[in-house]
């Protein structure tokens, strides 16, 4: 059963066009798989399989969006998105995080959208929903996305 959850889009903040998005995932398959998807669609990534280089890589390549796996080696994705959202450039605390997990029990839902998610995907989710979801939210109709249970 594929989980997701969203929040609106936040039109006034600055983004790069087209948007680059980092995919955050220790299984290397899975990163692998994502980022083929969304070169497929001409939209530039970069990849990190462990929390410490994900947030390095975030305030380093300021991305339009983060695809962020929660259960990462070093630290794990609650806690990069706590990084993110608690940093002292608001640009970088605004960037859209996307929640991408095996935890798929309601409160580990309520904790991701808790802690800033701006959409939470439940394991097995389909690929094609994410990099659509993606799309749409780096074309500024992240409004688009609902809520599925």
């Given at each position: 059963m594929q989980t997701m959850q969203a929040r609106h889009h936040d039109e006034s903040?600055?983004?790069?066009?087209?948007?680059m998005v980092l995919v955050v995932e220790d299984d290397e398959d899975i990163a692998h798989l994502l980022c083929y998807s969304?070169?497929?669609?001409?939209?530039?990534?970069?990849?990190?399989?462990?929390?410490?280089?994900?947030f390095a890589l975030v305030e380093?390549?300021?991305p339009a969006l983060v695809l962020l796996d929660l259960m990462l080696p070093r630290i794990d994705g609650h806690e990069v998105c706590r990084l993110i959202r608690s940093h002292p450039d608001r640009d970088l605390a605004g960037t859209p995080?996307?929640?991408l997990s095996a935890l798929s029990a309601p409160q580990d839902i309520e904790k991701?959208?808790?802690?800033?998610?701006?959409?939470?995907?439940?394991?097995?989710?389909?690929?094609?929903?994410v990099v659509t979801a993606t799309m749409e939210w780096l074309g500024g109709t992240?409004?688009?996305?609902k809520a599925q249970g």
């Amino acid at each position: 059963m594929q989980t997701m959850q969203a929040r609106h889009h936040d039109e006034s903040r600055p983004r790069q066009e087209p948007g680059m998005v980092l995919v955050v995932e220790d299984d290397e398959d899975i990163a692998h798989l994502l980022c083929y998807s969304l070169r497929k669609n001409r939209v530039p990534v970069a990849v990190a399989h462990d929390g410490l280089t994900a947030f390095a890589l975030v305030e380093q390549l300021r991305p339009a969006l983060v695809l962020l796996d929660l259960m990462l080696p070093r630290i794990d994705g609650h806690e990069v998105c706590r990084l993110i959202r608690s940093h002292p450039d608001r640009d970088l605390a605004g960037t859209p995080v996307v929640m991408l997990s095996a935890l798929s029990a309601p409160q580990d839902i309520e904790k991701g959208m808790g802690l800033g998610a701006n959409a939470y995907f439940a394991k097995p989710y389909s690929v094609k929903d994410v990099v659509t979801a993606t799309m749409e939210w780096l074309g500024g109709t992240g409004e688009r996305l609902k809520a599925q249970g």
